[in-house]
């Protein structure tokens, strides 16, 4: 069991930046991939980004060149750099950790304003 907690969400103009974090604890496996899905009102929820335990990383088109995933396995911390946010990307963000199962945090809420 893998236990989730996400943070940094906020409301940022657009153009701004947020940094999300999620730290994992628990029965954490040396390979695993973690990433981000994040979910707007009446929508689906959509990956944002993923990383596996080696470092690499996969983007949804919509973030490429805005946002930044990246992982200390040190610290079992994943985060999420997000520049130039757009209105669009207010969504309800949740941290994921995946190695035969799937964990989910709570969620972090993200609003940019226009």
């Known amino acids: 069991q893998v236990q989730l907690v996400e943070s940094g969400g906020g409301l940022v103009q657009a153009g701004g930046s947020l940094r999300l974090s999620c730290v994992a604890s628990g029965s954490i496996s040396s390979i695993n991939v973690m990433g981000w899905y994040r979910q707007a009102p009446g929508q689906q929820r959509d990956l944002v980004a993923s990383i596996s335990s080696g470092g690499a990383a996969n983007y949804a088109d919509s973030v490429k060149g805005r946002f930044t995933i990246s992982r200390d396995n040190a610290k079992n911390t994943l985060y999420l750099q997000m520049n130039s946010l757009k209105p669009e990307d207010t969504a309800v963000y949740y941290c994921?950790?995946?190695?035969?199962?799937?964990?989910w945090g709570q969620g972090t809420q993200v609003t940019v304003s226009s």
């Open positions: 994921y950790y995946r190695r035969l199962v799937t964990s």
